[in-house]
């Protein structure tokens, strides 16, 4: 008789670690990619914005804005770190950890499509104020830093909605097997 090994606590663990962090280390590979299919008007889904989202559905709001802090910081470390990805992917975490506390969502492809166009386009504000900020101290107030302020939140409407659209798409393709995997990990855990 075949016989499935029996797996320790330690072992489910170590092995439940590995999956997550695979799974970040893959967003952050594909990240940079422009792939055909993935792109709209020059714009890719966000796929640590969508990590973040998977990851804070059934978390706590600590662990949420921790998961978007050390992946904010990642991706600062391979893009620039001005203007940080931390603070929209830390806003992101706390306030989908909050939304499930609420019990405003459900935990299905809808739902999650719909929280991660919503963080998306949130997100995507967080980055045009910071840039605004920098446009402004350095130019100072004239008239040249009003039509550039006016320029760069036209240019957000166009970003902000594709990035949208294409991370609320691939939702799926991240959340689905990490939320089962993380559903098999919490069967083995002692309540």
């Given at each position: 008789?075949?016989?499935?090994?029996?797996?320790?606590?330690?072992?489910?663990?170590?092995?439940?670690?590995?999956?997550?962090?695979?799974?970040?280390?893959?967003?952050?590979?594909v990240l940079p990619m422009r792939l055909p299919g993935m792109e709209l008007l020059g714009i890719?889904?966000?796929?640590?914005?969508?990590?973040?989202?998977a990851w804070s559905v059934k978390r706590t709001i600590v662990q949420g804005a921790i998961a978007?802090?050390?992946?904010?910081?990642?991706?600062?470390?391979?893009?620039?770190?001005?203007?940080?990805?931390?603070?929209?992917?830390?806003?992101?975490?706390?306030?989908?950890?909050?939304?499930?506390?609420?019990?405003?969502?459900?935990?299905?492809?809808?739902?999650?499509?719909?929280?991660?166009?919503?963080?998306?386009?949130?997100?995507?504000?967080?980055?045009?104020?910071?840039?605004?900020?920098?446009?402004?101290?350095?130019?100072?107030?004239?008239?040249?830093?009003?039509?550039?302020?006016?320029?760069?939140?036209?240019?957000?409407?166009?970003?902000?909605?594709?990035?949208?659209?294409?991370?609320?798409?691939?939702?799926?393709?991240?959340?689905?097997?990490?939320?089962?995997?993380?559903?098999?990990?919490?069967?083995?855990?002692?309540?």
């Amino acid at each position: 008789m075949n016989r499935i090994p029996r797996w320790y606590p330690h072992q489910r663990q170590i092995v439940n670690w590995m999956v997550t962090v695979g799974s970040v280390l893959l967003c952050l590979i594909v990240l940079p990619m422009r792939l055909p299919g993935m792109e709209l008007l020059g714009i890719a889904p966000n796929w640590l914005l969508i990590w973040v989202v998977a990851w804070s559905v059934k978390r706590t709001i600590v662990q949420g804005a921790i998961a978007g802090f050390v992946l904010g910081l990642l991706q600062d470390g391979m893009t620039s770190p001005y203007p940080t990805h931390t603070l929209s992917l830390v806003l992101v975490g706390i306030l989908t950890a909050r939304l499930h506390k609420q019990r405003y969502i459900q935990e299905d492809f809808i739902s999650v499509a719909i929280i991660v166009f919503g963080m998306a386009m949130l997100a995507e504000a967080m980055t045009t104020l910071q840039f605004s900020f920098l446009s402004n101290s350095e130019a100072g107030i004239n008239k040249f830093a009003v039509s550039n302020f006016v320029q760069l939140w036209k240019e957000h409407q166009r970003i902000a909605l594709a990035s949208a659209i294409l991370s609320s798409l691939w939702a799926p393709v991240v959340y689905y097997p990490l939320n089962r995997w993380w559903q098999k990990m919490n069967v083995f855990e002692p309540s």
